[in-house]
């Protein structure tokens, strides 16, 4: 059977509203094809955190993740949920988890699950950075068969980004390979940096900074650049207080820690570094505009 791709949120959307044609108001008809949307939700626990943790993985453990799936619009004859495992190294793999699920439902796979899944995969090749994507494959009433995940690539097969244009859709959900993580916490920065435009360098320069858990190893910083643009560029350019903060996220994979955030000046600000054996955080920051060193202590 053919895989069709979705082309655009519009098609995915609308197409479960109207008829199969619809006369635009001129000589033409559009013709539209009916489609379908799940959404998937991690199911969170002391034991289910969001990722696969590697250390467990290392240790012999066989660590499970647990999700939920619904129907949000569509009437497709059979749903199958679907997995792609990408490797660190660029390898995609892709297989049918849960051929013709029932909906909603919830679901979970250990790691020697997961493992069994994929033929291409094995316990120990499993590594950090690696990811399990999960979503749907829809077999319509028609014979059609739609893709949410593209089977070679494991790219969105949605054309445009479902979730950027109607967030109460998680459309593909994600398990990366990584290590606990647990960096909540308010943090005095000290930063060493030069600016641009002539402005004066700074030296140990302190800034607070709230850092939020979003699960995963993912944190967002109330301040990526953690005062380095108020320090550098308040007198010289009133680029101060709350103007010059840009909250951001960062990724924790077993203590290397990165992230970017746009920043108040139509720039960019970069941060990557490493967690510290005593807890605190060394990052290298850069942007457009400056450059510099930061270390990070917990308070």
């Known amino acids: 059977m053919k ?3 979705f082309l655009s949120i519009v098609a995915i959307l609308t197409i479960c509203l109207f008829q199969s044609c619809k006369d635009d108001g001129g000589t033409s008809a559009i013709e539209l094809e009916e489609g379908a949307v799940v959404n998937l939700e991690k199911v969170f626990s002391e034991t289910n955190e969001g990722f696969i943790d590697l250390i467990r993985v290392g240790q012999g453990e066989n660590p499970e993740i647990r999700f939920t799936v619904e129907l949000a619009a569509g009437n497709p004859v ?7 495992y990408q490797t660190v190294s660029g390898e995609t793999y892709f297989t049918v988890l849960f051929p013709n699920a029932s909906l909603p439902g919830e679901f979970s796979m250990t790691v020697d699950d997961i493992v069994a899944a994929f033929a291409e995969l094995e316990r120990t090749n499993i590594a950090v950075g690696d990811n399990l994507s999960l979503s749907a494959r829809f077999t319509m009433e028609d014979g059609r068969v739609l893709d949410l995940i593209d089977p070679v690539d494991g790219s969105n097969n949605t054309g445009t980004n479902i979730q950027a244009n109607t967030p109460i859709y998680d ?12 960096l909540t916490g308010t943090y005095l920065v000290i930063t060493t940096a030069d600016g641009c435009c002539g402005v004066p360098s700074i030296a140990n320069s302190e800034a607070m900074v709230t850092v939020t858990a979003d699960g995963g190893g993912i944190y967002t910083l109330s301040d990526m650049a953690a005062g380095a643009y108020d320090a550098l560029f308040c007198g010289a350019f009133g680029i101060c207080g709350t103007v010059a903060a840009a909250s951001g996220q960062i990724t924790d994979v077993c203590g290397d820690l990165s992230g970017s955030t746009p920043d108040c000046c139509g720039g960019t600000v970069q941060v990557s570094g490493t967690v510290n054996p005593d807890g605190s955080w060394s990052m290298d920051i850069s942007s457009d505009f400056m450059s510099g060193t930061q270390i990070w202590v917990k308070q």
């Open 78 to 84: 059979t749903t199958d949920i679907v997995g792609a």
């Open 171 to 182: 459309v593909r959900i994600e398990y990366p390979v990584s290590c606990p993580s647990d």
């Open 3 to 5: 895989k069709f791709r």
